[in-house]
């Protein structure tokens, strides 16, 4: 397996590799190559590997630039967590990242490259984007719906029926009771839209 990003979250990606295969090689690539190995792993600079050899992860936390990245590549993976419990009808797409002690019920549909961090609880019927990054210790109600390349904050919790839109970010700890527009970023209790993106 080839994690693409030689950082704390591709430490947390690797550990779930080696927790699901003690076997599974695995090798960082990198941009800025930090040094011969990381993590106890070979690491290379991204242009002087073969890319094409073994299935990729890109451990990067934006989302944008997740996205970059993906556009670059066709043989993507997955990483899930032991302890994470999926329903048997969760839909997951390449690309997707599960921590550890994730809960994901029944018919929630998973996009490419997405991150589900730590502890975060995805309710029934809820569909998550592209490239969204659901942080750790969110709570997503039935029927939630994430849009491409949205990130919602450590903590926070959205209600059921909420659609949140693409580009959106939900502040740390926010309480979403009513729907998000594109590129806005709510904040607080209830969640308030305080700017928007372009």
Sequence with gaps: MIIYGASGHGKVICDIIKCNSSQE????VDDAQKGNYFYNHPVFLTKDYDM????LIIAIGNNLIRRKVASRYINFGQAIHPTAVLSKTVSLSPGTVIMANVSCNADTQIGEHVILNTSCS???????????HISPNVSLAGN?????G???GI??????????GNFATIGAGTVVINDIPDGATAVGIPAKIIKFNK
């Excluded at 090689?25 to 960082?28: H, N």
């Excluded at 094409?52 to 299935?55: P, S, V």
């Excluded at 903590?155 to 949140?164: D, E, N, P, S, W």
């Design 155 to 164: 903590g926070a919790t959205v209600i059921q029926g909420i659609k949140i």
């Design 122 to 132: 995805i309710d029934h019927d809820c569909e998550i984007h592209d490239f969204a």
């Design 25 to 28: 090689k695995i090798v960082f």
């Design 144 to 148: 939630v719906k994430v849009g491409t």
């Design 52 to 55: 094409h050899q073994d299935q």
């Design 150 to 152: 949205s990130h919602i």
